[in-house]
């Protein structure tokens, strides 16, 4: 679910357009890290937990083969898995478009699955001009926004609503997770709070810049969104109308905590996946007896 909306991000822009040695920090190194997961290509015996079929569908980019997707959803999820910590996991993959994933049972079972299936596209996409229609768009957006905050029960039907708001509001994407070389997080400067920065390759600093300078000093937002989940919103100043914001970094602010940046830098470290999982079977598995050889 988006965590926080309107514009504190133009701040922190600033400050790291003109304080460049925080964005070359590695924040995840000033705390504990747990050990993290071994990941088996082969199936694991002796197991208990939790067996997932897992079914590879069509690549979102047509000049994506099969065999290239495959091959890098193996990639994603293996890094997934990984952060998964101090467990042994099992990844098998079974060609052309299938993979066998072994959860033990210590992990909490459906936060893993979310974890290892979800795309986790990182997007900014600039909203469209102010009209009537979008007026009434963000009309609707502020009335949406804290049943969503409240933490409702079942929170899909709000997110459904407000995506496809965000599907009319803000026009496609001006810059995407592909340009992203590092993401790691800081303590925010205002509240017990926390954000995740980004530095860009020099094609995605490039359009960066460009993108803010066309949006400098008119109040027009920059929308940071995670899949169709909006993260964050950016108004930049006037001050960058001539320039843009260089630097090649930028930070998503919002209401984080120290849980959600650790999962969020983690996914865009890690990549989206190229083509969308979903799980064909799941099984809770107990398994003592096991052959001399390898399972494959």
């Known amino acids: 679910m988006p965590y926080s909306l309107q514009s504190g991000i133009a701040s922190a822009l600033i400050t790291i357009a003109t304080t460049t040695h925080c964005a070359d920090v590695d924040f995840l190194s000033q705390f504990p890290i747990s050990i993290p997961s071994t990941v088996s290509s082969a199936k694991l015996c002796p197991f208990q937990g939790t067996e997932l079929t897992l079914q590879m569908g069509k690549a979102y980019q047509d000049k994506i083969s099969r065999g290239q997707a495959f091959d890098q959803v193996q990639t994603v999820l293996r890094e997934r898995l990984l952060n998964l910590r101090q467990v042994v996991v099992g990844l098998v993959p079974l060609p052309p478009d299938q993979f066998l994933v072994q959860l033990p049972g210590q992990l909490d079972q459906r936060q893993a699955v979310e974890q290892i299936t979800q795309r986790s596209h990182l997007t900014f996409r600039l909203q469209n ?143 989206s996946l190229p083509a969308p999982i979903t799980v064909l079977k799941t099984e809770a598995v107990q398994t003592e007896q096991c052959s001399s050889s390898p399972q494959v």
């Open 129 to 271: 001009p102010t009209t009537p229609q979008t007026e009434s768009l963000l009309l609707q957006k502020i009335a949406l926004q804290p049943k969503l905050a409240a933490k409702p029960s079942d929170p899909r039907q709000l997110e459904k609503q407000l995506a496809q708001i965000y599907k009319k509001l803000y026009g496609p994407p001006v810059l995407t997770d592909k340009n992203v070389i590092s993401a790691s997080y800081q303590v925010a400067s205002v509240g017990n709070r926390w954000d995740v920065v980004l530095r860009f390759d020099a094609q995605g600093a490039e359009q960066f810049q460009q993108i803010t300078k066309k949006v400098a000093g008119t109040q027009r937002p920059i929308g940071i969104f995670l899949d169709d989940q909006l993260l964050s919103e950016a108004i930049v100043s006037s001050q960058f109308a001539k320039t843009g914001i260089a630097g090649g970094a930028a930070v998503i602010t919002g209401n984080f905590d120290l849980e959600m940046v650790k999962n969020l830098a983690f996914q865009l470290k890690e990549g």
